[in-house]
C-alpha cells in the first residue's frame, strides 16, 4: 500500500527567512514498503535542498550519559543532502526535487542519501520523529527553512521556523 501526502505551505506564514529567493511552498514524504521518497517543492529556483531527520520521542529514552546510536540519549539523526532535481513544480511553478531512501532496520546499514532507518508509514515511529529541511537559492544562500514534527525545538536552531503538522 502506497501512502503520500503533500502539505501546502503556500497560506502559512514565514518567518525568520530572508527576504528573497525560493521558498518552500510543499514538503512531503510518499511512503512504500520499502523505501520513503521526500519531496521538496518551491516557488523559484532552488539549488540544492537538506533534510534532517531525528527520532526525538523514544519512550524512556534518557539523557543518562549513556549511547544506544551515535548520538546522546538514544537518539538516531540522519542527515540526507543528496536531492536530485523532478522537473518543474506543476503547482507552485519553481522546482520540484526527490530523494528516494530505501528503508533498513539496522544502525549499521544506514547510509545517508541512499537509507534510512526512518519508516514514517509506521505509525508509532512517524509519531517519534522530527524533521527539518532547507532549501538554498542559486547563490547557494539559504533561502528557506521549516521544523516539523515531535519536538520542533530539536532542530529549530537550524532555520527558526516551525511549522505546524507533520509532512507525512
Not at 77 to 88: I, K, L, N
Not at 146 to 164: D, E, I, M
Request: aromatic letters at 8%.
Amino acid at each position: 500500500m502506497r501512502h503520500a501526502l503533500l502539505l501546502s505551505l503556500a497560506a502559512l506564514a514565514i518567518v525568520g527567512c530572508p527576504e528573497e529567493g525560493p521558498r518552500l511552498a510543499a514538503f512531503a514524504a510518499s511512503v512504500t514498503a520499502t523505501s520513503t521518497t521526500w519531496v521538496v517543492e518551491s516557488d523559484g529556483a532552488i539549488a540544492r535542498a537538506e533534510l534532517y531527520i531525528a527520532e526525538t520521542g523514544v519512550p524512556g529514552a534518557t539523557c543518562d550519559g549513556t549511547t544506544r546510536y551515535p548520538t546522546e540519549c538514544g537518539t538516531w539523526r540522519e542527515v540526507h543532502t543528496g536531492f536530485v532535481r523532478a522537473g518543474a513544480s506543476a503547482m507552485f511553478g519553481g522546482d520540484r526535487l526527490e530523494l528516494p531512501l530505501t528503508h533498513v532496520d539496522a544502525p549499521n546499514d544506514q547510509v545517508d542519501n541512499a537509507t534510512t532507518l526512518f519508516k514514517v508509514n509506521d505509525a508509532t515511529q512517524a509519531a517519534w520523529l522530527t524533521v527539518a529541511v532547507r532549501i538554498y537559492d542559486a547563490d547557494g544562500d539559504l533561502a528557506d527553512c521549516a521544523v516539523y514534527g515531535h519536538q520542533a525545538t530539536y532542530f529549530q536552531s537550524l532555520c527558526g521556523v516551525v511549522r505546524a503538522g507533520t509532512p507525512w
